[in-house]
């Protein structure tokens, strides 16, 4: 796990609130908080390279959706790109986004929030770019363009696992 002990109280705190947020016909059809995973479950199982569903919007309101890879690390999600694509482009002039993570039926992950750029020049660049290659990727510095990270910092996070005892790491109810 590559997650704090501050970074994975974040993250449960936002678990913990986004529970308390979420209408009632999502608290029912995510049967939450009875299928929510925690925090140490969720860092413990986004260990690797992850293929997401990522959501922009146009200049002109029309969303765009497409699977893209991600990481997990410290608790929220990166996304490795270069600056020149699409939806770099969108995020940098409208920072709202979605992203789902998916297992089928057995597991959902859907974080909404907004979208920060992360590139060569920030001190966080060098160590998901390190964390990239270690997951067997290669390196956005080697894409053709300029290698970003798009951060996702999640306003709201809901897990939904159809068995979560399947899940290691400590489950605290909600």
Not at 4 to 27: C, W
Not at 74 to 94: C, D, E, I, K, N
Not at 159 to 170: F, H, K, L
């Amino acid at each position: 796990m590559r997650e704090t002990p501050a970074e994975l109280q974040r993250l449960q705190t936002l678990l913990d609130d986004s529970v308390a947020r979420a209408s009632p016909f999502l608290r029912s059809s995510f049967q939450m908080p009875e299928h929510s995973l925690s925090a140490t479950q969720l860092a413990a199982h986004l260990q690797d390279a992850l293929t997401v569903a990522l959501a922009t919007v146009t200049a002109r309101g029309e969303p765009r959706v497409a699977p893209i890879s991600a990481l997990f690390v410290h608790a929220s999600f990166y996304v490795p790109t270069v600056a020149q694509s699409a939806r770099a482009q969108h995020l940098a002039r409208r920072p709202g986004a979605s992203l789902t993570y998916f297992e089928g039926t057995d597991l959902a992950v859907i974080a909404h929030g907004a979208a920060t750029i992360i590139d060569a020049r920030h001190p966080d660049f060098a160590d998901l770019d390190a964390t990239q290659v270690a997951c067997g990727n290669q390196s956005v510095n080697e894409w053709s363009g300029d290698g970003v990270y798009l951060k996702v910092v999640a306003a709201s996070l809901h897990t939904y696992a159809r068995e979560p005892q399947r899940y290691p790491g400590t489950r605290t109810p909600t």
